[in-house]
């Protein structure tokens, strides 16, 4: 693994969207990235090994963690990966909650415990998962919004686990975020898309730079006093509901 000398972090699914934005930052704040994704990066920086995995084979995915594992100390972690099945109450089969939770909560908990023993290690570590502002509820996203609810789930019960270690754990929960996959999803210009914009106060999409900021933020060695947080990156949308 290259980039010796600089601290390492893994983050997945960072080839595209909010996880290269991630990528991006993070080695810009000075650290070694490994990128666990399905898809190979456009570009690469020579502090960013590409590993190619498919996070829904929990099998690949754990050979692919001891390996990385073994290689040198990563003591932050970012699970970003994640997949979209939309479907009513009506529609949803198992297949599709097994196939969401498979990627979005399985291998999260995978990853943080391959990582764990190196956190521990050296007293020190730091998780973020991005979450969604679905996990507050949105139609045709039973799937989806199940599985990011048990992700705050998750992001809460391990950071009371994992306090005592030095280790931190919280979560971003991001709006509409101007990436390739929502506008695959919702064409600029399409009223549907319009409308999304129109609840939202700010008045536009978020970009992924501004997500990856507070990822790098949560995951600073300065950040040491906060943890079992979901911080909404979503341009207000979120403003007075529930949590």
Same mark, same amino acid.
């Given at each position: ?37 399905? %898809? ?12 190619? %995995? ?156 501004? %997500? ?26 979120? %403003?007075?509901?529930?949590?």
């Amino acid at each position: 693994m290259s980039g010796v000398g600089r601290e390492a972090a893994l983050v997945t699914g960072g080839s595209q969207g909010i996880g290269r934005a991630v990528v991006d930052r993070l080695i810009a704040d000075g650290l070694h990235v490994v990128n666990f994704d399905l %898809v190979e990066p456009t570009v690469t920086d020579r502090h960013e090994t590409f590993v190619q %995995v498919d996070l829904s084979d929990e099998s690949a995915l754990r050979a692919a963690l001891a390996h990385t594992a073994a290689g040198r100390p990563v003591t932050r972690l970012v699970n970003n990966a994640g997949i979209v099945r939309p479907a009513t109450i009506d529609l949803v089969t198992a297949g599709d909650i097994q196939a969401v939770m498979a990627v979005n909560l399985s291998a999260a908990i995978a990853c943080v415990q391959a990582l764990l023993p190196a956190m521990r290690a050296e007293r020190f570590g730091r998780i973020v998962n991005i979450s969604s502002r679905t996990a507050l509820g949105k139609a045709q996203r039973i799937a989806y919004a199940s599985s990011k609810s048990a992700v705050h789930g998750l992001t809460r019960t391990l950071a009371l686990e994992l306090a005592s270690d030095g280790i931190t754990v919280n979560a971003i929960g991001p709006g509409p975020i101007a990436t390739a996959l929502f506008e695959r999803v919702n064409p600029p210009g399409a009223p549907a898309t319009q409308r999304i914009l129109e609840t939202v106060p700010v008045r536009r999409l978020g970009l992924p730079e501004e %997500v990856a900021h507070h990822v790098a933020s949560m995951l600073d060695v300065r950040a040491g006093f906060t943890t079992g947080q979901v911080l909404y990156v979503c341009g207000g949308m979120t %403003v007075g509901l529930a949590p």
